[in-house]
């Protein structure tokens, strides 16, 4: 770490002995796990301390377990994430081919990809001979493989699995981060409780061996933060979206460009900087969308456009409804100024880290959702309206508006139960900073004085008890 770090090296003792030591103040742990696990794509092992009886001596060996395994595509609500970019987790299932057909390369696989910050869960069939468009379209940040594998990776020994192009090859070519999960005995090693066995409706076999290793692979890395996803996915069908190899989708520069000079983080494949841009994009020139998750379903429209006639003129009627309503269009533009990324605040609350401010957040969406539906339903019933809008414009209007359910009365509960001005001043107690000059160095810190570093120790456990009272006593709520 001191290496990857730039951190002084320094050596603390132990009664076993004298051993090197490197580290950084707590404070400063979201700026590190930037550089080691979006940078330089490490795996990153939280360890926490566990709670003690009361009367356990100070000088007994303290007891710890892991809170948290962070790697590249299982990151949830890290501040320096964008989120208008989907960060996707992506497990693929092998299966097997005809052993006398070696000239083959339709070696079944199927793919199971979600974004455990957003819960979006896809899944998809597919070949060999796809799997390359496949990891271009997606654009994973970490790839999950059966553990079997393992020893080939590591070794680079051929690593082929019943097809001439080999999946191991390919993935250490495009540099993307690969981990291994066992389904059988990973949870049963980490002490975590067993999930249920992956079924779905439908769905493959290879299917569900592809869930269930991306299930495994989210509970290992975040134990008790392991999110919710749905229990069935959102099945990526060849026969109703256009399949874009990946020459064609660099060649039209559809959401990156060769630009001399444009280094950019190329999401995915593992590399700090790249000559790919963003700049002249088909993406950027033609992205006006105003929400996160606007943009992330623009991207996924474009790399896999839909081919289902009838859902492209649905979307052209209501494309079509909004071009000639511009002063709604202006209107509604500026209410979603306002909303947040709900998905995201949802993904927390099923993970069990919601905050108080999440549920405010979720109050503020649900009456920025009602004064957009308030806006459509104005205009539709407005009879002295310019007659240029087609009737099948306007019908699907009304399925837009239709397709939302009432929730006026759970933000009334919220608002009524949330202190807000509690809330925003607790918020900023929270964010204010102790040291406003920044906290010392680890260098400096390991050399400090035996005294200081106790004060500061005792200081840092006053201000999480603190902390940790005011969440207990629940301060944002409203009494009564």
Known sequence: MSTLLNLKLANRKYSGGTWPFSGFPTTHLDKYLKILVQDLGQTVVLVEEVSQDGDAAPSELKLRKVGRVVTPGTLLDESWLNGSESRYLLALAAGSTNPTDEGSNRLPISLAYTDASTGEFFTKDSDMSQIEDELARIAPREVVLDCSLKQRWETGNGGRIGDPDDLLDLLRVLGVHVSFTDPVASSLLDGLSPLPTTSVTGGSSLESKAITL???????????????????????????????????????????????????????????????????????????????????????????????????????????????????????????????????????????????????????????????????????????????????????????????????????????????????????????????????????????????????????????????????????????
């Open 214 to 480: 991306l299930r495994h692979h989210l509970q290992y890395a975040l134990r008790e933060s392991m999110p919710s996803l749905p229990n069935e996915p959102q099945r990526q069908l060849a026969s109703s979206h256009m399949q874009i190899d990946a020459a064609t989708l660099a060649a039209l520069e559809i959401r990156h460009a060769i630009r001399p000079g444009g280094l950019v983080e190329l999401p995915g494949f593992g590399r700090s900087s790249t000559l790919l841009s963003a700049r002249g994009t088909l993406l950027s020139v033609i992205s006006q969308t105003i929400t996160a998750p606007g943009h992330r379903l623009l991207i996924r429209t474009l790399t896999s456009p839909s081919t289902d006639i009838g859902s492209i003129n649905s979307r052209l009627s209501l494309v079509e409804a909004f071009v000639k309503r511009r002063d709604l269009r202006d209107d509604l533009r500026q209410s979603l100024k306002d909303i947040g990324d709900i998905m995201r605040v949802v993904q927390r609350f099923k993970s069990q880290r919601g905050s108080a401010r999440d549920i405010w957040d979720t109050a503020t969406w649900i009456r920025g959702v009602d004064r957009l539906l308030n806006r459509l339903k104005m205009d539709l019933e407005d009879t002295e309206a310019p007659s240029n809008l087609s009737g099948e414009g306007r019908d699907r209007l009304l399925v837009l508006v239709q397709q939302f359910k009432h929730l006026t009365a759970c933000a009334g509960k919220i608002e009524a139960s949330v202190d807000e001005s509690s809330l925003l001043r607790g918020l900023d107690l929270e964010g204010e900073d102790d040291d406003p000059d920044g906290v010392e160095a680890a260098g400096d810190a390991l050399v400090a004085s035996p005294n200081s570093k106790k004060d500061r120790e005792t200081k840092r456990e006053s201000q999480e008890r603190e902390r940790e009272e005011r969440e207990q006593a629940l301060w944002w709520i409203r009494p009564g």
